[in-house]
């Protein structure tokens, strides 16, 4: 069954730092997403990004986060100038949404845990 | 602020016994309604996803909407302790993103 997953599974980053996190969505899947669940809070949406280019973005996603699709298969979050509030778990998730049918399931990969010291 | 509320639980029942996890959402523009589950350290995994009031049965699954009253519901019947596990509800409003609640924990014990 596809699924869609994530590299590293943990990232250990100093404070400044800038990190990426990398996924691989599902294949014949056109809309991606980035959530991050801090621990033991709910999950928050980040962004996504569809057709090359970001369709929606929470307030969460400032200018220090950057996402892109580098080839045909890879989806990236990049942090630059990484905070201590920034350590959370981060999913990708990916979605073959046809919005005519109403259909928005979303699957999620195993996520990337970061910790920022 | 748009908010998905959920009692976090934890709800504990016996095996074989029927949990009941409910969930309210603000916002009456939302159109589709999903239940994840999410095991300790592990990602949400889509269990259920309904669009039209009234239920949806698949399985032990049973996902019940109720658009006036803002409401939905999951049933899951014959619970074996391997549904032990955060149960979350996630609204879309008919843009890109999910909103989620808390996630109500469940423990079933034997």
């Known amino acids: 069954e596809p699924e869609v997953t994530q590299t590293p599974s943990h990232q250990v980053t100093q404070m400044g730092q800038e990190v990426i996190l990398r996924c691989v969505p599902i294949s014949n899947h056109l809309y991606f997403y980035w959530y991050r669940q801090i621990l033991g809070q709910k999950v928050e949406f980040l962004v996504s990004?569809?057709?090359?280019?970001?369709?929606?973005k929470s307030e969460i996603f400032d200018d220090q986060f950057s996402v892109e699709r580098p080839d045909g298969s890879n989806f990236t979050l990049k942090i630059r100038s990484t905070k201590l509030e920034d350590s959370a778990m981060y999913f990708c998730?990916?979605?073959?949404?046809?919005?005519?049918?109403?259909?928005?399931?979303?699957?999620f990969g195993p996520g990337t845990r970061l910790t920022v010291t | 602020q748009k908010e998905v509320e959920q009692n976090s639980g934890p709800l504990s029942v016996p095996e074989g016994a029927i949990a009941s996890l409910n969930c309210t959402y603000s916002d009456r523009v939302s159109q589709s309604f999903f239940w994840y589950r999410q095991y300790s350290g592990k990602s949400p995994e889509l269990i259920m996803s309904i669009y039209s009031n009234g239920d949806k049965e698949d399985g032990r699954f049973t996902a019940q909407l109720n658009k006036a009253s803002q409401y939905v519901s999951l049933l899951i019947r014959d619970s074996q302790p391997s549904d032990s596990a955060t149960y979350l509800c996630a609204v879309n409003e008919g843009t890109d993103k999910l909103i989620f609640g808390t996630g109500t924990r469940l423990q079933v014990f034997p």
């Open positions: 990004f569809y057709n090359n280019e970001i369709s929606e």
């Open positions: 998730a990916s979605s073959n949404a046809d919005h005519g049918d109403q259909s928005y399931e979303q699957y």
